[in-house]
């Protein structure tokens, strides 16, 4: 039985896969979904057994973005009130950004606003040929704040402002040329391709090596480039003695295959 409200959580060998789950509501995002999401991947991230994780969306669309009834009743709210209720979507957000296992994000039908910004704050994207892609906020007056952070950080500044400042619709092959997403399938084939990937990439690398990579690299892209190559050489120095390191040249010197 599934214990959450918001969206569907099933474990297949060493996948997570989570669901969003407000079909009705072109699974919008609202508190109650945030506070979920956080709940569930602070879980996932104690939980040995799952080495990835899909994240995906139920019915037509993968996701519409904010729930805009719910964003109308956050008008009455204080300023106090509205910027905790902003940190907890950061909150959320920023744990997707810095999560140590790699999560891979299956768009369908339409990812829009916070949606879009929810698909491509994972490691890897991919999408349906059909699928669109919109950073619309400014076309309600809102402004596409928390998501416009990490976009800019993906695919520049030049890019990401473009499709802030227009919110216009782009379609999947534009995503990838903007470099949103990592690949464009047939919709009724992406499933079983982003499993494939997912399986793929669990065989074939180390988690700890994945995770000491995503780390390195979110932490030393803004530093000057000498700092950053100092971070970069102690993260080289403490690789070389961990067991995953161990293991991986041993097999691969004793032309062993190499279990992870």
Not at 195 to 217: D, G, P, R, W, Y
Request: hydrophobic share 40%.
């Amino acid at each position: 039985m599934n214990e959450y409200q918001t969206i569907i959580y099933n474990k297949i060998e060493q996948l997570g896969i989570i669901q969003l789950n407000r079909p009705d509501k072109r699974n919008a995002l609202n508190d109650h979904m945030v506070k979920e999401l956080t709940q569930l991947l602070l879980q996932i991230k104690e939980d040995a057994e799952v080495k990835a994780i899909i994240l995906k969306g139920n019915g037509k669309v993968f996701c519409a973005g904010a729930d805009l009834q719910y964003i109308q009743q956050l008008q009455k709210n204080t300023y106090e009130e509205n910027l905790a209720d902003s940190n907890q979507l950061k909150e959320l957000f920023y744990l997707i950004y810095t999560f140590p296992k790699i999560i891979i994000s299956q768009i369908h039908g339409a990812a829009i606003a916070g949606g879009c910004g929810l698909a491509t704050l994972c490691d890897f994207a991919f999408a349906s040929d059909s699928t669109k892609f919109s950073y619309s906020e400014v076309k309600i007056g809102f402004i596409p704040a928390i998501v416009s952070i990490f976009l800019t950080r993906k695919i520049g500044e030049g890019k990401a402002l473009q499709l802030l400042l227009s919110g216009q619709i782009i379609k999947a092959k534009q995503a990838l040329d903007y470099g949103l997403i990592n690949g464009i399938t047939e919709e009724e084939l992406l499933e079983e391709e982003v499993l494939s990937f997912a399986k793929k990439l669990i065989k074939e690398t180390s988690v700890e090596a994945k995770a000491n990579t995503k780390n390195l690299v979110h932490s030393t892209w803004h530093l000057p480039i000498d700092e950053a190559l100092d971070k970069a050489v102690e993260a080289n120095a403490k690789a070389r003695s961990s067991e995953d390191c161990k293991k991986g040249i041993a097999s691969f010197l004793n032309k062993e295959k190499i279990e992870w």
